[in-house]
């Protein structure tokens, strides 16, 4: 079996130079093929790891949003166990107590010892389960730990500095005046 290329040279239609050139070119586009071979395998190998680096990023950003998530009900069951635990009763409700939620002025009706204990910040209120509950300050100062925005309202009682020149230091404001 003769080659193409010596029944050219055998018929006189090529010479030696064409067929050392055509050879020279046949062998860089050999190793021009081989080179961007490589390349695209390169660029196919580079595409794959960039998609695993994006997946395994993606996968550890899910799994620190499940981790947020799954950490904001483990407060919000500590803090719904310490409400309904240390819940104290609001008594007959004649005496309605005024406080404020953000901006909003809100009513609790309570007794009228339990309204004294609010006063001396001896309890506090706290909002659970879209009402309003009354727990010991402790407890709440625990919460709030937790979650602020949960404890409305604590009371810490400041001992009443009264100057020696103020003209009305014998005229007290009682606790339970209202406007």
């Known amino acids: 079996m003769v080659s193409l290329q010596e029944q050219l040279l055998k018929a006189g239609l090529v010479d030696k130079k064409k067929v050392k050139l055509a050879n020279q070119e046949k062998s860089k586009q050999h190793k021009i093929e081989l080179r961007t071979g490589v390349e695209k395998q390169n660029a196919s190998r580079e595409a794959a790891l960039e998609a695993q680096r994006k997946n395994a990023e993606r996968a550890r950003e899910l799994n620190a949003q499940r981790d947020a998530a799954a950490a904001q009900k483990a407060v919000a069951a ?72 949960s404890v409305v309202r604590v009371t810490k009682a400041a001992p009443q500095a009264v100057e020696e020149d103020d003209p009305y230091a014998d005229f007290k404001i009682p606790d339970d005046f209202t406007w």
């Not at 009354?134 to 100062?141: D, H, Q, S, T």
């Open 78 to 149: 500590q803090i719904a166990q310490m409400v309904t635990t240390n819940r104290q009763p609001k008594g007959n409700g004649d005496i309605p107590y005024n406080f404020t939620m953000g901006t909003r002025i809100e009513r609790i009706h309570v007794s009228g010892k339990v309204r004294d204990h609010l006063v001396a910040g001896r309890l506090a209120i706290v909002a659970h389960g879209g009402g309003f509950e009354l727990v010991p300050r402790v407890i709440a100062e625990k919460i709030a730990e937790r979650a602020p925005e």
